[in-house]
Each structure stands twice: as structure tokens, then as C-alpha cells.
């Protein structure tokens, strides 16, 4: 192994200028593949191809048509008596007819064009709520009128209109387009921008947006706002910690080339293979951020200091490479296989983030080992000896010092860190997954603001979507059918978690109740089969706008029931569905009932999340724990090494768990991601230590030489991360506050764990308390002249 580092590094130096050339072209092409790249929220694309879940969503598509909705929600202003008031209504309209005017809407329905059906002289008639709205001003009894209608309408009580008037809402049926969120992000933006030059706040209108459209559009803005000015602030906060540790240009300035090659490379992949952006794989470049600049330092670090040494800038690329070669390529590697562990959750955003994330770390390997050195060949500039990467500095007199102080405490030191160990594989059962959508945007948001009207006022904005299957064509007109039916929505509308259901049966008793004087006691179904069909051919000839082509197939055979349902944690959203499940399945076997809909899409996917956590982290830990002993060697060493890597996260999710803070989607991809980083660190020292024991050195001289080069950078690194992920605190989303906080916390338990209980357990294991003592006394012995010459030689 040893021949082919150095024949890689001999490569490099001998064929640097076409490497940098390559690079540069690579680059160049690269960003022809951009204009390929697109984003998609929607909720199916977190779906594999065949998921059950989508299968059955799409089924509901193809017989139903379009499901998802733009609701605006409008109380009664303040003084008002209920919203039936003639600007209430006459605002009502406007956005109506805004609405109904979208290129993006195929269905509105609202109170200003509200339609009942009732009898008209001995006649059905389906009738306008509002004939002529320029009259409200002038006659007060049509509004009067107006609120006495629809005391009596079952078909909009609790649904378009509660039942004290004080709040309703306009629903907007907008267009679907498969894998494509641009539409729902102009609807809503030209939405608002409506509502705004309409200036309806400053009448004392608070309309609350919500629905599948608009927080589809809050994802996508706000991930394209936070990735426009965060990652370039992480960028810069990073040049500025780079400046501050090695105080030359070209230390500052060259990890560039990783950085922003491997940022190009990954975003034209993903063009490629067709990945859109999505809230999941935001996270994407900040971790190509990190991981290239943890990498990059270990380089930096390796270089200056064979450069302050003086050596030439070639021969030090040479042997900086020969030096680095598999510790990097090790810890590339096992970082790729903890994103690549990703890969076992059953949701498509999740898969595509762990293909790039697990691609990146490779490509970084090889630019570190190959374009990077290439271009380091060429500096000519020397690193000050005051630098913070220097022996000299604060930072590397303190890491020069820290073994002693680590041997005189070694077995506190470990003993602490296995009962750190203890209480975090304890937490682990406290830690709670929910991915609720309301858990990803800030309290007071517009997202949740809108969530806590609906769910307050019309039971939310999500709808258990239940099909029923008839059996035969023309079936939903069968009388035992329908009373089948009739009972499964009663039973459905009785859970407290749900609103009042919509089907076919509520309009069948409409018209049977119009066709009998408005009497309340007809509000019931056909007897026949024969009176359902011509109950349904009245129902037509009236000319309503509502023509059920939405509650019911082309062919009459499958009936849908929209049941709307509260925005709850996922927890009690698992408890109700599996209520309804055995409901049905119990009481209900005799119908063939599918469920689908937001609740259980979003179910699905918490379920999805759960189970890919647990599988993803086990995997990535066993497998990595099998690199682990091919690297080392040794069960033993694999296994210490291991622990500062596993720890960290483990005490984390504990921490936070115990905190009240939920996991999800966000914090699964920082498992993922820190363990990949926290192992590298671990390799680099485990690595240099067992080097130097090669070589005959003794415990406490390989640890304190671990320490003065790779620790050295892995206190750097850290630094630089924990800074670079605390910028993320700034971010609109909870879960990419969460991600740069939970990051934050498990890189400074790594640190911790690397340069002090590793250390620790490795003097408890490897090394007796008189061999210590004698090394110890041995040095104090020493002339300052000698100490000076000791230090250079282990430095070298």
C-alpha cells in the first residue's frame, strides 16, 4: 500500500499542470447540465416508485381528478356581526373571481357563489345564494335571507361556513402537475400579491392562507432564500476562520478548489440523474461545505507544516500525500457509506440525498489527493511560524500538553467517558419521530398560524380520502350501498379528530329533502335504485356548478369520502389511523374500502422516518466497525476508535429528546453526516497513533505526536465546523435550525470524545502508570537544549 500512496503522490506532482487544466474543464462542462435542475415539494415525490401509499394516491388521481386545494380563511372582522356582512361578501367575490380567473385553478367554491338546491314552487331548483351582489349595500334583508338559507344546509355547515357565521373559508381546486412545484409557487405568490393591492388587510380583513399549495410554495421560497444567503455566509465565516488560523492568501484561498469543484460536480450530477431540489437535500451543499473543508484542512495542516520544515512546495505535496493517502481515502470512504445507509428509507427525496451525499465525500477524496496538492505544488509562500496551525501557537502548545494531563487522569477520563457512553445508549429510548409539517417551520409563522386557524375552526386542511368500490358499474346507486355508506360516514365523522365528511350520500339526501317541500324529515336516501338515478338526473337538469364529478367515477362505480381531519403530532395521526383501520376492518368488511390522503401520506412517511433512522444508523455503524478492523487491524483499536463516533450522536438525540425536541427527517441526515465526519477525525489520530507505536514509540510519545499533527486539524476542523453549522442556526426552517444545532453539539462531543476520552482509554489499554512516570521524569531530566531537539524530531 505503501507504493501506491507514493506512486499517487509522485503522479500528482509529475502531471499537476494537467490535473488543474482537467479540473477547470470538468467545471466548465459541468454547468451546461444547470439549466436541467428544478424544484418539487409536492407530497407524492417523497415517495419510491410501487409505495403502496402512492399507488393508492394515485388511484384516487386517476378516478377523482385533481385533490389538492388552496383554502383562505376569513373571520368576521371586528364589529362585525358574522361574516355575512356586504363588504365581507363583496371581498369574498373578488377573490373569487380572481380565483376562478387562475390558470392554475380548475374549481372554486365559496360563499359569494355559494349554490343550494331546494324546492321551488313544487319544483327542484338549484338556485345562486347571491343573485346580484351589487344589491347587499341597499338591501340588508338579502343578507338577512342569506344567513337563513344556510342555517339549513347540511351540505355547507361545518365545511364552507361554521355554524355560528363567524368564520369561512374559499377553497381552490388547483391543477395537478406531476413532479412540478413551480405552479403552486405562482399561484400563491400571485395570490397574495392580489390580496395585497387589494389592501383587504387595512380594511380589517386577517385572511389566513393554508392547503397543499401554499405551504408546498413556503417550502420552496424559503429554501431558495435560505440556501441564496446562508451558504454564502457559511462560506465567508469559513474564509474568515481560515484566514485566522493560517494568516497566508493561499491557506485561505485554496481550499476553494475543493470547495467549490466538489459543489459543482455534485449539482451536475444531480442535473443529470434528474434529482430535484427538495426541503431533504437542501442540506446537500452546506454538507458538501463541511466535508470539503474538513478534509481540505487535514491537507493544509500536513503541507505548511512539512513547508515549515523546509521543504520545497513539491516535495512537501509529495509527501503530504504519501502521509494522507488512506487515512483520507479511509475516512471518505466510511463517510460515504453513512450517507449511503440513507439509502435503506423508504422515501425518494431521502434516496436521492443519500446518492449525492455518499458521491460527494469520493469526490473530495479525489480532488484532495490529486487537483488540491496539485495546486498547493505551485505556492511558493511560507506559512508564519506564529500561525495557528503552528507548533507555537496557542493551539498547538496546548495540544503539546494535553497528553500529560490526559495519562495523570486516564482512568477518571474513562471511567467518565464510559458513563457518558452509558446514559447515551440509555436516551436512545426517549428519542420520538415526527415529521408533522408544522414541525419544520418557526412558531408564529404564516404556515402555522394558518394551520391553527383551520384546525380550529374547520377541523384542518387535510382529508382522510376514503374510496369505496361499489363492485359493479352504476353500483353507487344502490340503495343498500348507499346505506352502507351512509353509516361508514357517520361513523367516520364521529371521531373527535375529524370534521363533517363529504360524499354522494349528502347530496342525495338534498335533493330528496327538495323534492319534498324542504322537509327536514325526507333529509334521506333513495329507496331504489331507480330513484337514486333519476334523483341524480334532476339533480343535473337544474344546472348546478357542482356536477360531483369529484365525489364519484365516470361510471358510477366508486364513490370518494372526504373526511377532514385535525393537524395533530404524528403520534396521536398514528393512533387515529390505525383506529379507522380496524374500524373498518371489523364493522366495515363487507365494503372494499381503500384510505389515502394527506393524513396518511404524511403518516407514511413518519413511519418511513422511523424505521430508516434505527435501520440507516445500525447499518452505517456495522459497516463502518467492519472498515474499522480492516484499517486497524485489531478488534480493539476498531472498537475505540469507534466510540468517539458514535457517542456524540447518541448523547445528542438523548439531550434533545429529553428537551422535547422531535426527530426527523433533517436530523436523520445530520446521523448520517456527523458520523461520517466524526469517524474521519477518529481515523486521523487512531491512524497516526498506531503509526508512530510502528515505529517504536512509546504510548504517551505516539498519543502527544497524534496530537501535535493530526489532532492539530481535528481541532481546527471542528472549529471550523461548529462555526459553519451555527450558521444554520439563522435558517427559516425548525428542522434546518435543528440540523446546524444538533451538528453543532455532536461535533464538539467528537472533539471531546477524540482528543480526550480516546486518548484516555488508549493510556488505560496500552500503557502502565510507571512507564508513564519514567517517560515523564525522563523529559524533566532533559536540558532545555535536548527538550528543544526532542520536540523537533517528534514534530518531524
Known amino acids: 500500500m505503501k507504493r501506491l500512496s507514493q506512486a499517487w503522490a509522485s503522479a500528482v506532482v509529475k502531471y499537476r499542470l494537467p490535473l488543474i487544466l482537467g479540473t477547470a474543464v470538468l467545471i466548465g462542462m459541468s454547468f451546461f447540465t444547470f439549466d436541467r435542475l428544478y424544484h418539487d415539494n409536492s407530497n407524492e415525490n417523497y415517495f419510491v416508485e410501487h409505495d403502496p401509499n402512492l399507488l393508492a394516491f394515485n388511484r384516487l388521481l386517476e378516478r377523482f381528478g385533481e385533490t389538492e386545494y388552496l383554502v383562505i380563511g376569513i373571520p368576521a372582522r371586528a364589529g362585525d356581526t358574522d361574516v355575512f356582512n356586504a363588504d365581507t361578501i363583496n371581498m ?223 516535495v512537501a505535496v509529495i509527501k503530504t500525500v504519501e502521509d494522507l493517502f488512506f487515512p483520507v481515502l479511509f475516512t471518505c470512504v466510511t463517510t460515504a457509506i453513512g450517507f449511503a445507509a440513507l439509502s435503506v428509507t423508504e422515501l425518494a427525496p431521502v434516496r436521492e440525498f443519500a446518492i449525492l451525499a455518499a458521491l460527494s465525500p469520493l469526490i473530495i477524496f479525489l480532488l484532495t489527493m490529486s487537483t488540491f496538492p496539485a495546486v498547493l505544488s505551485y505556492i511558493s509562500e511560507r506559512p508564519p511560524s506564529n500561525g495557528a496551525s503552528s507548533h507555537n501557537s496557542l493551539i498547538g502548545r496546548f495540544l503539546h500538553n494535553l497528553p500529560d494531563y490526559i495519562s495523570s487522569h486516564r482512568y477518571k477520563l474513562a471511567v467518565t467517558g464510559l458513563a457518558f457512553a452509558a446514559f447515551s445508549i440509555y436516551s436512545v429510548t426517549y428519542i420520538k419521530v415526527d415529521a408533522n409539517i408544522a414541525n419544520y417551520f418557526k412558531q408564529g409563522s404564516s404556515v402555522n398560524a394558518g394551520l391553527d386557524y383551520f384546525n380550529d375552526h374547520f377541523k384542518g386542511i387535510s382529508n382522510f380520502e376514503i374510496i369505496v ?247 481546527l476542523t471542528s472549529i471550523i465546523l461548529v462555526s459553519g453549522f451555527s450558521v444554520m442556526l439563522l435558517g427559516s426552517f425548525v428542522s434546518y435550525i435543528y440540523v446546524g444545532l444538533f451538528s453543532a453539539m455532536i461535533m464538539t462531543f467528537a472533539l471531546i470524545g477524540d482528543l480526550i476520552f480516546m486518548p484516555a482509554i488508549l493510556y488505560v489499554l496500552d500503557h502502565n502508570k510507571s512507564e508513564s512516570q519514567s517517560n515523564q521524569h525522563k523529559e524533566a531530566e532533559k536540558t532545555p537544549a535536548q527538550k528543544t531537539t526532542s520536540r523537533e524530531i517528534e514534530h518531524a
Not at 341597499?138 to 335571507?145: A, F, K, R, S
Not at 319534498?516 to 334523483?535: H, I, V
Not at 418511513?608 to 466497525?625: H, T
Open 92 to 314: 369574498i367575490a373578488e377573490l373569487t373571481e380572481f380565483l376562478e380567473n387562475h390558470r392554475h385553478v380548475t374549481l372554486v367554491r365559496s360563499l359569494s357563489k355559494y349554490q343550494y338546491t331546494h324546492d321551488d314552487a313544487g319544483m327542484m331548483a338549484t338556485d345562486d345564494l347571491f343573485e346580484d351582489l351589487s344589491v347587499l349595500d341597499d338591501e340588508p334583508e338579502v343578507l338577512e335571507q342569506a344567513r337563513q338559507i344556510m342555517a339549513n344546509e347540511d351540505l355547507a355547515l361545518g365545511k364552507l361556513i361554521t355554524e355560528d357565521f363567524q368564520h369561512t373559508q374559499i377553497v381552490a381546486r388547483n391543477v395537478y402537475i406531476a413532479d412540478e412545484n413551480q405552479h403552486k409557487v405562482d399561484l400563491v405568490q400571485e395570490t397574495e400579491q392580489f390580496i395585497e393591492e387589494k389592501a383587504y388587510k387595512d380594511r380589517g380583513f386577517e385572511l389566513y392562507l393554508s392547503g397543499d399549495p401554499y405551504i408546498g410554495e413556503r417550502f420552496q421560497t424559503l429554501t431558495e432564500h435560505d440556501m441564496a444567503w446562508l451558504n454564502p455566509a457559511m462560506g465567508i465565516i469559513i474564509l474568515a476562520i481560515l484566514v485566522a488560523v493560517f494568516r497566508t492568501v493561499s491557506g485561505t484561498l485554496a481550499p476553494l478548489v475543493v470547495i467549490l469543484s466538489t459543489m459543482v460536480f455534485v449539482t451536475a450530477i444531480q442535473a443529470l440523474v434528474n434529482f430535484p431540489f427538495t426541503a431533504v437535500n437542501s442540506a446537500l451543499i452546506p454538507t458538501v461545505i463541511i466535508l470539503s473543508i474538513g478534509t481540505a484542512v487535514h491537507v493544509l495542516v500536513e503541507f505548511f507544516q512539512f513547508r515549515r520544515d523546509g521543504m520545497e512546495p513539491k
Open 469 to 715: 368500490d361499489s363492485g359493479e358499474d352504476e353500483g353507487i346507486k344502490n340503495p343498500e350501498f348507499l346505506e352502507r355508506v351512509d353509516a361508514l360516514q357517520a361513523r367516520m365523522q364521529a371521531y373527535e379528530e375529524t370534521g363533517v365528511a363529504t360524499s354522494v350520500v349528502d347530496f342525495y339526501k338534498q335533493i330528496n329533502q327538495a323534492l319534498n317541500e324542504d322537509n327536514k324529515d325526507w333529509f334521506r336516501l333513495p329507496t331504489s335504485r331507480e330513484m337514486a338515478a333519476q334523483f341524480l338526473l334532476l339533480y343535473e337538469n337544474t344546472g348546478p356548478d357542482e356536477d360531483l364529478s369529484d365525489l364519484k367515477d365516470f361510471n358510477n362505480r366508486f364513490l370518494r369520502m372526504q373526511v377532514p381531519v385535525l393537524n395533530m403530532d404524528e403520534s396521536k395521526a398514528t393512533a387515529l389511523i390505525n383506529n379507522v383501520n380496524t374500524m373498518l376492518a371489523t364493522d366495515f368488511s363487507d365494503l372494499e374500502i381503500e384510505v389515502t390522503g394527506g393524513i396518511v401520506m404524511n403518516n407514511a412517511q413518519n413511519v418511513y422516518v422511523n424505521q430508516g433512522m434505527f435501520k440507516s444508523f445500525g447499518i452505517a455503524i456495522l459497516v463502518i466497525g467492519i472498515c474499522f478492523l480492516f484499517l486497524f487491524r485489531s478488534f480493539k483499536y476498531g472498537a475505540v476508535a469507534l466510540i468517539p463516533s458514535i457517542i456524540p450522536i447518541l448523547l445528542t438525540g438523548g439531550l434533545v429528546s429529553f428537551a422535547g425536541i422531535t426527530m426527523d427527517l433533517g436530523t436523520m441526515i445530520v446521523g448520517a453526516m456527523t458520523i461520517g465526519i466524526a469517524v474521519d477525525d477518529s481515523i486521523h489520530l487512531m491512524s497516526r497513533y498506531l503509526l508512530m507505536r510502528e515505529r517504536g514509540h512509546d504510548v504517551h510519545s505516539a498519543i502527544r505526536h497524534a496530537m501535535n499533527t493530526s489532532g492539530k486539524a481535528v481541532l
